[in-house]
């Protein structure tokens, strides 16, 4: 595909996210969340698209925007789709190309595979999931969840600020509550899950490169610590005999970073980003420390490897200091890795279109990918954005780039095709 051609698929890509960025609750800002008016709006125009470019719409009971294109030629995985999508919910005051690029994207590739008139050997289904963010509900990837069969708990009494529940939400948006877990695609139906989304981040930028593919999207953990030492007079208690919690703490989250900056091969990040101070005066010793830790990796090992060795430190720390110490886990989120088939036929859909082999990286941010990782293999190409801004309204990706993105994923679904 030539270089203009390529470029016109991108504008068209940068004005249908404009179209979507308008349908917003807020005037001068992009804000859509679940199963609000707006994401009715905005699904109303995704279907319509996928009408245009020839796909048979449904909506879902989690309120997910189906676009169907059946099989073109018998063959031994005629009854079986690949899935393309991504989210058309936003965070509050966002940016447009979180999660929208990927289902214009997947759109963009249909009209393409029509116009090459590729016969492909599976039907493939477009899907705009309305619940990524998890910002308007304490609950987050209702629809791909939903899709994946991964809904375990669907927590339909949980409420917004208003206390409107989820339940009353989806029946009021057209929805069903009670027919969630029929939604469920089956194991066996399933080719696989393609996602493009915007990196979120700065690498891709940084090395020069339009695309990345994503190997898994990371393991998580979060933890709570708690250093208590004992509070005191400012200007009577002297320096050698002080339990300075804060000091304490401020040790460990250097010991936290050293840790993470370490080698690694698992693209280890932690982040301390939380930090509370008691009693929090100029002229008292702090007593106590609370603080946060967010540990983030390719694989579940190294994220327990990197735990196991930060509590050795931070325990060694406290006990040099004469201060006591709790580190407590309170989330955990096993990494969803991307199928080794998947990242392969990625990278090569990505060296054939921008001519440079597919850079490999971790997904640091969490995706609908997570979810439909218990449904089929997943696969995701990244696109650079400028200055790795994200959840903001400077979010940028170039028309060159989604182009090129659009591009890769035809490639890949008919990379995917050829393999059978
Ligand atoms: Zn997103």
Redesign the pocket.
Known sequence: MSAADTKVIGERAEAMLQALASISAEPDKLTRLYLTEEHRRAARLVAEWMRAAGLKVRMDAAGTVHGLLPASREGPSSSKRLLVG??IDTVVDAGRY??TL?VVAAILAVEELRRRQAALPFALEVLAFGD??GVRFPKTLIGSSTVAGALRDPMLDLTDADGVTIRAALAGFGGDPDALEAEAYRHEDVLGYLEV??E?GPVLERLGLPLGVVTAIAAQGRFRLTVKGEAGHAGTVPMDIRRDALAAAAEMALAIEAVAKEPNEASLVATVGEFRVLPGASNVIPGEVRFSLDLRAATDAARERAAGEIRRRVEAIAARRCVSLTMDAVHEKPVAACAPEMIETIAGAIEATTGEAGYRLMSG?G??GQAMSHLAPIGMIFVRCRGGISHNPAEYASPEDMGLAVTALVSAILGIAEQG
């Open positions: 991504s989210h979180d999660g990927g990524e963010e989304h915007i979120q941010a995706h609908d």
